[in-house]
């Protein structure tokens, strides 16, 4: 019985450190410009290519067209932010694939929703409605705003701005199921880049 309550107590201090794995107050200026500047400014080429990549190896999760769509405009879109560091945008197809398996409806058992697995108390502190993480755009504003602070936090480090992003700091799991996936996504990570540095 000890030993029952122990696991239990363990098991809920796991899910409340989840929970606020995304509190830190700087997050909160970086989630709010990502979704303030949503606008998309693409290279057609890129995006033509991007695109045709990730198009049919989406389809094995996503069925519907328009969704499908949606989420790669999104995703080359957020990686592609003027102005912003970039993300490599096959991390965040295997971000999502991990945390979601790019289900919108997705709710863990602490509480992150959507695609990203985005905590819920950021759209309340942004002052728009909670059920807007389901929507593809503001979810995917939020979770690449999150991962690349964490990036940026962690001087690039992805296995440990990966752990950060999922609360599990210090823990190997995530991160490395998160790279093999990432593979898997590969491809286009280079596209927007200057040819000079694509061949480095």
């Excluded at 098991?11 to 909160?28: M, V, Y």
């Excluded at 709010?32 to 991007?50: L, M």
């Excluded at 094995?60 to 945008?89: F, N, W």
């Excluded at 700091?169 to 996936?181: A, E, F, K, T």
């Amino acid at each position: 019985m000890v030993r029952a309550t122990a696991l239990l107590a363990g098991t809920l201090l796991s899910t409340a450190i989840q929970a606020d794995q995304q509190r830190d107050p700087e997050l909160r200026e970086v989630i709010q410009r990502a979704i303030s500047q949503a606008e998309c400014f693409t290279d057609q080429y890129d995006s033509a290519v991007w695109y045709t990549l990730m198009e049919p190896r989406l389809r094995r999760s996503v069925r519907e067209r328009d969704e499908r769509m949606e989420i790669l405009k999104q995703v080359y879109c957020e990686t592609h932010r003027p102005g912003e560091a970039r993300l490599p945008p096959g991390l965040v197809m295997a971000v999502m694939d991990v945390e979601s398996r790019f289900d919108r409806w997705a709710v863990s058992s602490a509480g992150a929703v959507g695609l990203m697995q985005v905590m819920p108390f950021w759209p309340e502190q942004l002052g728009i409605r909670r059920y807007e993480l389901i929507h593809i755009g503001p979810n995917i504003h939020m979770g690449c705003a999150i991962l690349r602070y964490y990036l940026r936090y962690e001087r690039n480090d992805v296995r440990k701005a990966l752990a950060r992003y999922n609360g599990s700091i210090g823990q190997r799991d995530y991160p490395d199921r998160v790279i093999s996936q990432w593979t898997r996504w590969n491809g286009a990570d280079d596209l927007g880049f200057p040819m000079a540095e694509r061949r480095r």
